[in-house]
C-alpha cells in the first residue's frame, strides 16, 4: 500500500518533519516536495497526505494549484490534510483548510490537523518579523498556555504525539483490496 506525502515548507520545519511523519504512517510512503513537483502519478496511491506550512491563514500558492489540479485524483483517495503551524485551535485549523481548498475536498479528509508550528526568526527578514508582530502580537499558545515571544528566539510547538496522532488516524482507515488479501 502507497501513500503520497506531498509537503509545502519555507522556512524548513514541515521539511525536516516529512521523514518522522512518513515513518509513523503505514505502508510505502513517497515524499515529494510540492514546489519542485509539477506532474504526478497518483496510480499506485491508495492515501494521499498534504503536509503544509500555514501563512496567515493560508497554504502557499502552489499548494493550492496542487489541490485544485488534482482534485479529482484526491477525491478518489483516502486523504487527510496536515498542517505545520502555529494554532492549536481546531476551529482555525479547519478555517485554514477550508481558506486553502475546496470544500469538497475539506469535507472528504479523513483527518485535518495541525503537528504545531516553529517561528524561526533567524530565516525571516524584518518585513515578515514585523508583520508577524502585527499579526501575533508575538504572542503563541503552547499546550494551552500563552507565551510572550521576544521576536527574536526561535520558538517551537512541534510535538511528536501530534504527528503520531495524524498518523494513526490515517492508518486507521482501511483500504479495501488490503481487507480483500
Ligand atoms: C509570515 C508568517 C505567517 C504565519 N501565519 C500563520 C497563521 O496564520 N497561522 C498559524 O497557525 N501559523 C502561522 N505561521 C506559523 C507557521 O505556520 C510556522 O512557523 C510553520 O512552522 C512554518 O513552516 P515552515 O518552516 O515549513 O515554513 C506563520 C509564520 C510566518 C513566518
Redo the contacts with the bound molecule.
Keep these: 500500500m502507497h501513500t503520497l506525502l506531498a509537503y509545502a ?7 525536516e518533519n516529512t521523514t518522522l511523519l512518513a515513518e509513523m504512517l503505514d505502508g510505502e510512503v513517497d515524499i515529494v516536495d510540492l514546489k519542485e513537483t509539477k506532474e504526478i502519478d497518483f496510480s499506485k496511491y491508495k492515501k494521499v497526505v498534504i503536509f503544509s ?5 493560508d497554504v502557499p500558492k502552489y499548494v493550492k494549484k496542487f489541490a485544485k489540479k488534482y482534485q479529482q485524483q484526491l477525491l478518489e483517495r483516502h486523504f487527510g490534510i496536515c498542517f ?4 492549536e485551535i481546531y476551529n482555525q485549523i479547519k478555517g485554514y483548510a477550508l481558506n486553502s481548498f475546496s470544500k469538497d475536498l475539506v469535507n472528504h479528509a479523513a483527518c485535518i490537523a495541525s503537528i504545531g ?4 526568526y533567524d530565516k ?1 527578514t524584518a518585513i ?1 518579523k514585523k ?2 508582530k502585527i ?1 501575533t502580537k508575538n504572542q503563541a499558545y503552547k499546550k494551552g498556555q500563552l507565551i510572550q515571544l521576544d521576536g527574536k528566539t526561535n520558538f517551537s510547538t512541534i510535538e511528536e504525539y501530534k504527528m503520531q496522532v495524524f498518523a494513526n488516524k490515517m492508518n486507521g482507515i482501511i483500504v479495501a483490496e488490503e481487507v480483500a488479501k
Aim: hydrophobic share 45%; aromatic share 16%; with cysteine.
Design positions: 515548507s519555507k522556512y524548513g520545519a514541515t521539511r506550512a500555514v501563512y496567515a491563514g505545520c503551524c502555529m494554532t508550528g516553529f517561528f524561526q525571516m515578515e508583520l508577524l499579526a
